[in-house]
């Protein structure tokens, strides 16, 4: 049961971390305006030294980036990813299966790629900093490889009748 | 070659129902391989493709548009619509129309729009009788025409690719997406009549009055984005977050019928949504690459010199161009990899720069909403919870009309002059 408890919250955590990058994602926007036509002008007013807020670009785009490579991973298995249905419907539901787990093995394989390049090209940006925060742009190309392996994961969990598009834990049902 | 051998991959994985945006995915893996580029352009293309801000403004509409159908704002605008024209045969159908042409006012992204559009009007369609297939081909062929609709963000990108005047461009767009908008309402006019779309009863001054005051609270968006723009207060990203807001706000506070628990769950949703649509585009990029280095645009050139004989059929034949670059690779990239290449013949001919930005403008916009493959059509279907093979026989007098449209801003470039003209922007 315990054991249940726990599967259950770690396959619920993309899902609460997708939730999370997109509200922050929603406060650094709105913090840039704030910060823009608000604190700008009273700075201005009292002379005090000017805000810096260069960073609110390079936080929302940190955030999108994260936020898509995860959320590409998530995707597959709630099936939002956009698909067509032109001739595989047409198949016997067993031919139907083997289509699928060679398309999610397919999906594996290019996440996997994602992820060990990704990763290759982490190590190479390590010594490089963002303009704004002076973040390690590693941790920006990072996302493609947990991106990457996620998506390997859930492709190969497919591909292998371990795990089932759609069978998914909503944030709220594991809260 | 390359490309040959990468497209024919493409279009199998397609046709076997792997996800489009994988499918994309794998066939750019093998053009790399095949054309011995190093591998690390897909991470690289990944990171490129995502870390966007123009893109931000589509996770926090999406989650905007879905909060104000929840707590019923949508509602509001659409009942208020349906008071003013809904009487009419096919009323609701054409207030889709105006709606898109003034929606496309306040909102700079085609993909944002047609998230905020597509949560927003979906479900009351759907409500007020209307098949899932004919909301999803209202809603995509009015986003395709609110393309030439100002703040476009494409038509910011063409200005600066051919360098023309983005106030001419503003400009010029608004008679042409009017008429396309005309075709698109006539076509209502007809298909309500064929398809014995429902009618409302003519509703009493105080029923008027009474929507009108209920369209209050929702009204505020336009007027604060709007204003926001013409002050030049936040971008169309910034005015995604401060709607957002906005939408908490009523929620929480007026409205008071949305729980923190269904925000985080409408949060997600709208997180995973967003996620889709960008990874597309991010992957997209890797077949930019291999476009650029093929030497596809040199090829394309070739291809056109023999349209260069009138004017009309030049801008037909790359409006055509256009338009499938933009169905399969977006609508920017298609202005960076395809506009630069034809753009210098268009004036070696004396066509108006600005006439031949408004026709891509128009062309990239009908693309994105082109079957099967147009992002922006996939979006909408997402709303509609249809397949494009459902989804198809419904839409091609839709695009019928958008075709027309194109075909008249091609033939009377007035319609994109004048108003440029008089402002004193073009001889």
Same mark, same amino acid.
């Given at each position: 049961?315990?054991?249940?408890?726990?599967?259950?919250?770690?396959?619920?955590?993309?899902?609460?971390?997708?939730?999370?990058?997109?509200?922050?994602?929603?406060?650094?926007?709105?913090?840039?305006?704030?910060?823009?036509?608000?604190?700008?002008?009273?700075?201005?007013?009292?002379?005090?030294?000017?805000?810096?807020?260069?960073?609110?670009?390079?936080?929302?785009?940190?955030?999108l980036c994260?936020?898509t490579?995860?959320?590409a991973?998530?995707?597959?298995?709630?099936?939002?990813?956009f698909?067509?249905?032109?001739?595989?419907?047409?198949?016997?539901?067993?031919?139907?299966?083997?289509?699928?787990?060679?398309?999610?093995?397919?999906?594996?394989?290019?996440?996997?790629?994602?992820?060990?390049?990704?990763?290759?090209?982490?190590?190479?940006?390590?010594?490089?900093?963002?303009?704004?925060?002076?973040?390690?742009?590693?941790?920006?190309?990072?996302?493609?490889?947990?991106?990457?392996?996620?998506?390997?994961?859930?492709?190969?969990?497919?591909?292998?009748?371990?795990?089932?598009?759609?069978?998914?834990?909503?944030?709220?049902?594991?809260? | 070659?390359?490309?040959?051998?990468?497209?024919?991959?493409?279009?199998?994985?397609?046709?076997?129902?792997?996800?489009i945006v994988?499918?994309l995915g794998?066939?750019?893996?093998?053009?790399?391989?095949?054309?011995?580029?190093?591998?690390?352009?897909?991470?690289?293309s990944l990171v490129a493709g995502s870390q966007n801000?123009v893109l931000l403004?589509i996770?926090?509409?999406?989650?905007?548009?879905?909060?104000?159908?929840?707590?019923?704002?949508?509602?509001?605008?659409?009942?208020?619509?349906?008071?003013?024209?809904?009487?009419?045969?096919?009323?609701?159908?054409?207030?889709?129309?105006?709606?898109?042409?003034?929606?496309?006012?306040?909102?700079?992204s085609k993909m944002a729009?047609?998230?905020?559009?597509?949560?927003?009007?979906?479900?009351?369609?759907? %409500?007020?009788?209307?098949? #899932?297939?004919?909301?999803?081909?209202? @809603?995509?062929? !009015?986003?395709? =025409? $609110?393309?030439?609709?100002?703040?476009?963000i494409?038509?910011?990108?063409?200005?600066?690719?051919?360098?023309?005047?983005?106030?001419?461009?503003?400009?010029?767009?608004?008679?042409?997406?009017?008429?396309?908008?005309?075709?698109?309402?006539?076509?209502?006019?007809?298909?309500?009549?064929?398809?014995?779309?429902?009618?409302?009863?003519?509703?009493?001054?105080?029923?008027?009055?009474?929507?009108? %005051?209920?369209?209050?609270? #929702?009204?505020?968006?336009?007027?604060? @984005?709007?204003? !926001?723009?013409? =002050? $030049?207060?936040?971008?169309?990203?910034?005015?995604?977050?401060?709607?957002?807001?906005?939408?908490?706000?009523?929620?929480?506070?007026?409205?008071?019928?949305?729980?923190?628990?269904?925000?985080?769950?409408?949060?997600?949703?709208?997180?995973?949504?967003s996620a889709a649509v960008v990874f597309l585009l991010a992957v997209a990029t890797v077949f930019q690459?291999?476009?650029?280095?093929?030497?596809?645009?040199?090829?394309?050139?070739?291809?056109?010199?023999?349209?260069?004989?009138?004017?009309?059929?030049?801008?037909?034949?790359?409006?055509?161009?256009?338009?499938?670059?933009g169905?399969v690779l977006e609508g920017l990239p298609a202005?960076v990899?395809?506009?630069?290449?034809?753009?210098?013949?268009?004036?070696?001919?004396?066509?108006?720069?600005?006439?031949?930005?408004?026709?891509?403008?128009?062309?990239?916009?009908?693309?994105l909403?082109?079957?099967?493959?147009?992002v922006g059509?996939l979006m909408?279907?997402?709303?509609?919870?249809?397949?494009?093979?459902?989804?198809?026989?419904?839409?091609?007098?839709?695009?019928?009309?958008?075709?027309?449209?194109?075909?008249?801003?091609?033939?009377?470039?007035?319609?994109?002059?004048?108003?440029?003209?008089?402002?004193?922007?073009?001889?």
């Open positions: 049961m315990a054991v249940t408890g726990w599967r259950r919250a770690l396959a619920a955590l993309p899902r609460f971390v997708l939730a999370a990058i997109l509200l922050v994602a929603i406060l650094d926007m709105l913090a840039g305006v704030l910060l823009r036509y608000v604190v700008v002008a009273i700075t201005d007013y009292f002379d005090w030294p000017t805000v810096s807020f260069f960073w609110v670009e390079e936080v929302g785009e940190f955030a994260w936020l490579l995860i959320g991973a998530v995707a597959i298995l709630e099936r939002t990813h698909a067509l249905a032109v001739l595989t419907h047409r198949l016997p539901l067993r031919a139907q299966r083997i289509v699928e787990r060679i398309n999610h093995l397919l999906i594996a394989g290019f996440g996997l790629l994602a992820a060990v390049y990704g990763w290759k090209l982490s190590v190479l940006n390590s010594t490089l900093v963002s303009p704004g925060l002076e973040i390690n742009l590693a941790l920006l190309y990072f996302s493609t490889v947990v991106g990457g392996g996620l998506i390997a994961l859930d492709g190969l969990g497919v591909a292998l009748g371990l795990l089932h598009p759609r069978d998914v834990v909503r944030p709220e049902a594991a809260a | 070659m390359l490309l040959a051998v990468t497209a024919v991959v493409f279009i199998a994985l397609v046709l076997l129902s792997m996800p994988f499918a794998i066939a750019g893996v093998v053009g790399l391989v095949l054309g011995g580029f190093p591998l690390q352009m897909l991470p690289s801000w403004a996770p926090s509409f999406v989650f905007a548009g879905t909060l104000m159908e929840r707590c019923g704002m949508s509602h509001a605008l659409v009942d208020l619509a349906r008071a003013l024209v809904g009487w009419l045969r096919g009323g609701l159908g054409m207030s889709v129309i105006v709606v898109s042409y003034f929606f496309s006012d306040i909102c700079g729009e047609v998230s905020a559009l597509g949560s927003t009007l979906m479900p009351p369609l759907r %409500r007020a009788g209307y098949r #899932p297939e004919d909301g999803a081909s209202l @809603i995509a062929s !009015g986003t395709a =025409m $609110g393309m030439l609709v100002p703040p476009a494409f038509m910011i990108v063409i200005g600066d690719v051919t360098n023309t005047s983005v106030v001419a461009l503003f400009l010029a767009g608004f008679i042409p997406a009017a008429v396309i908008g005309l075709c698109l309402c006539a076509l209502v006019f007809v298909q309500a009549r064929l398809l014995g779309w429902p009618k409302d009863t003519r509703p009493s001054w105080r029923f008027l009055l009474s929507a009108a %005051r209920e369209a209050l609270v #929702p009204m505020v968006v336009p007027v604060v @984005i709007l204003g !926001g723009f013409y =002050m $030049g207060a936040f971008t169309a990203t910034e005015a995604g977050a401060v709607v957002a807001f906005y939408s908490v706000c009523a929620a929480r506070f007026y409205y008071r019928n949305v729980s923190w628990r269904e925000m985080i769950t409408i949060a997600y949703d709208s997180a995973l949504l690459y291999l476009m650029g280095v093929s030497g596809a645009p040199a090829f394309l050139a070739e291809i056109l010199k023999p349209l260069s004989g009138s004017h009309w059929l030049f801008l037909t034949g790359v409006a055509l161009m256009t338009m499938l670059f169905m202005a990899v395809l506009i630069p290449v034809v753009f210098p013949i268009a004036t070696k001919l004396g066509i108006n720069p600005v006439h031949f930005d408004i026709v891509q403008t128009a062309a990239v916009g009908i693309g909403f082109l079957p099967p493959l147009g059509l909408a279907l997402r709303f509609a919870q249809i397949p494009v093979s459902q989804h198809a026989k419904a839409y091609w007098p839709y695009v019928l009309a958008l075709l027309l449209g194109l075909m008249l801003i091609i033939c009377i470039p007035e319609l994109s002059l004048f108003l440029p003209r008089k402002a004193g922007l073009v001889r």
